[in-house]
């Protein structure tokens, strides 16, 4: 089993930066692909960026695409989001979740679903 605790989550104004980051215990993440998800309230749960196990595929959705960066460091087990520039419309809870692919390739899975282990969020506001 894998846990999956972030941090970093907070209130800043609108242009601000947080960087969230997403420990790992239990296993390593080696062999885990692991994204960053947000869900704002009355909205679904989306996919925002994805690493994939090895570091060198990376998924970013159009509306973060250049100002949000994700990065891993698996030997500290921790995959991070670099978020810049934030706006209002980027509010919401962030979780970071992993999915182990031993045999499917170095990819980033896109459907939530697939997702089998969750951290339980961080809250991030932006004000105007």
């Known amino acids: 089993q894998v846990q999956l605790v972030e941090s970093g989550g907070g209130s800043v104004q609108a242009g601000g930066s947080l960087r969230l980051s997403c420990v790992a215990s239990g296993r390593t993440l080696s062999r885990y692909a692991v994204s960053w998800f947000r869900q704002a309230p009355g909205k679904e749960r989306e996919l925002v960026a994805g690493?994939?196990?090895?570091?060198?595929?990376?998924y970013y959705a159009d509306s973060v695409r250049g100002q949000f960066t994700i990065s891993r460091d698996n030997a500290r087990n921790t995959v991070y989001l670099q978020m810049s520039s934030l706006k209002p419309e980027d509010a919401g809870i962030y979780y970071c979740?992993?999915?182990?692919?031993?045999?499917?390739?170095?990819?980033?899975?896109?459907?939530?679903?697939?997702?089998?282990?969750w951290g339980q969020g961080t809250q991030v506001t932006v004000s105007s």
């Open positions: 979740a992993a999915r182990y692919l031993p045999f499917s390739g170095d990819s980033v899975p896109l459907e939530v679903t697939t997702y089998a282990y």
């Open positions: 690493i994939s196990w090895s570091g060198t595929k990376t």
